[in-house]
């Protein structure tokens, strides 16, 4: 089926640092997506994104956190800077409609934050 | 408090037979999808039930809906050892794809 690919699998940084998290959504899809699941925890919306804009974010989407998908290449989860909350796994969707269409999830950025 | 949770944390079955994961939701929904997880892979979505909808299948998944009770429940019959992940409810009470998945059930299958 269709596939997200997710780069890296996994990122150590410093708290502090800046960190990029890279997502390759299906080719055809036009909205994107990303979740936050914590070790041990539910997975919760972050935001979703469409046609280069921000449509939706969850109070996890802090203000450190930035999305974008220039010129259609990778769709991106930036924080700058880190905190030690940040540890999570981060996983990226995208879906060709918004409303109740399937989405395919990549296999997730494993962040750890020092 | 959560929005959408699973019933059980984990559930534990022999091949071939049949198992039934249950979701309990809090909010009024447009939707509810069943994902699987395997390890060290992204969620998959399994069956999409809208609210319209009492019962949906997928092959040997059955998916089933009462908005009455804000309860869901997803039913493997013949399972298989690769039937092994956890399964999630997830609710979109927006219309607009902004999932709430439960904390998930363990299902392990055994041969």
């Known amino acids: 089926g269709p596939k997200v690919l997710q780069i890296p699998s996994h990122q150590i940084i410093d708290m502090g640092q800046m960190v990029t998290l890279n997502c390759d959504p299906v080719?055809?899809?036009?909205?994107f997506y990303w979740y936050k699941q914590i070790l041990g925890q539910q997975m919760e919306f972050l935001v979703n994104f469409y046609n280069g804009k921000v449509m939706e974010k969850s109070k996890l989407f802090k203000d450190q956190f930035s999305v974008e998908r220039p010129d259609g290449s990778y769709f991106t989860l930036k924080i700058q800077p880190t905190a030690l909350e940040d540890s999570a796994v981060y996983f990226c969707?995208?879906?060709?409609?918004?409303?109740?269409?399937?989405?395919?999830f990549g296999p997730g950025t494993r962040l750890l934050v020092l | 408090s959560q929005l959408a949770e699973e019933n059980s944390w984990a559930l534990s079955v022999h091949e071939g037979e049949s198992v039934t994961v249950n979701c309990s939701y809090k909010?009024?929904?447009?939707?509810l999808q069943w994902y699987r997880q395997k390890s060290g892979k992204g969620p998959a979505q399994l069956i999409l039930i809208r609210s319209n909808e009492r019962e949906k299948r997928n092959g040997r998944l059955r998916a089933t809906l009462d908005t009455s009770s804000q309860s869901s429940s997803l039913s493997i019959t013949a399972t298989r050892c690769e039937d092994t992940a956890v399964y999630f409810c997830a609710t979109d009470a927006s219309g607009y794809n902004k999932l709430t998945f439960g904390k998930g059930t363990v299902l392990l299958v055994s041969p």
């Open positions: 080719s055809n899809h036009l909205y």
């Open positions: 969707a995208s879906s060709f409609l918004d409303n109740q269409d399937t989405q395919y």
């Open positions: 909010t009024s929904i447009t939707a």
